[in-house]
């Protein structure tokens, strides 16, 4: 019970300051929400948590807010926008990983503390590395590029949650099918955990997905002075 009601409130938080960095800062804290998130999101993928009798694994929601950040810089400014974005967070998250091996090949002092610890957490095993980078840069582009599309058949801003939730429900999916098949086909898995895992999985996101919609809404209500080139939609 104390995981359920405390993962309500972490993801309330995190919804919460994907908001306030958009009010504060605009389109340019939206790239900032980009950068940021992708690198918490593979950082909280490290630790596991019981819900409802079923392992699993934080940084969903992280990642969740990233196609809201991408949805709603489409929304707003535009599939390139959207698109140039999800480049950012994919130069960031190999940039982190990069200098963080760098990092971890460096012979710690005979008083460090931190070595064992930043193995753990950044000594990922080039398999996971590689499903993280593929399946990020993969579901990406599709959520872009998905949201532009379904926009042509349902332009309203009052259907802005179909677009959302649209997008977002199918390249997540996609998402962690590529994660989960990268990262774990062929590792010993039967068939039947590797379901369970890439099931339960999906269907996190997608209950988050659902969640985030109503934030994406008062985000878009907001204005700043780039918003000049924000799309027109219909009412």
Known sequence: MFNLLWGALFVLVGFAFFLLCYRLFGKKGLYAWIGVATVIANIQVAKTIDLFGITMTLGNTMYVSLY???????E??????????????????IMTTIIMQMA??????TED????????????MPRLALASLTAYFVSQLLDVRLY???????????????RNNGSTMISSF????????????????????????LFTTYIIKFVLT???????????????????AELPVQS
Not at 68 to 74: G, Q, V
Not at 76 to 93: N, S, Y
Not at 113 to 124: E, H, M, R, T
Not at 210 to 228: K, L, W
Request: proline share 3%.
């Open 174 to 197: 996609v998402d962690t099918l590529i994660f989960c098949s990268i990262a774990f086909l062929g590792e010993g898995y039967s068939m039947g955990t590797w379901l369970e895992i």
């Open 210 to 228: 659902a969640v985030g919609t109503p934030f994406m809404y008062i985000a878009r209500n907001f204005h700043h002075e780039e918003d000049g």
């Open 76 to 93: 707003k400014f535009g599939r390139a926008e959207a698109r140039k974005a999800v480049w950012f967070g994919f130069f960031t998250l």
């Open 68 to 74: 809201m950040t991408s949805d709603l810089l489409n």
């Open 104 to 109: 971890l090949v460096f012979k710690p002092g």
């Open 148 to 162: 532009a599309w379904i926009r042509r058949f349902y332009p309203k801003r009052s259907q802005l949650w179909i």
């Open 113 to 124: 503390f931190a070595q064992d610890s930043l193995q753990v957490i950044f000594g990922l």
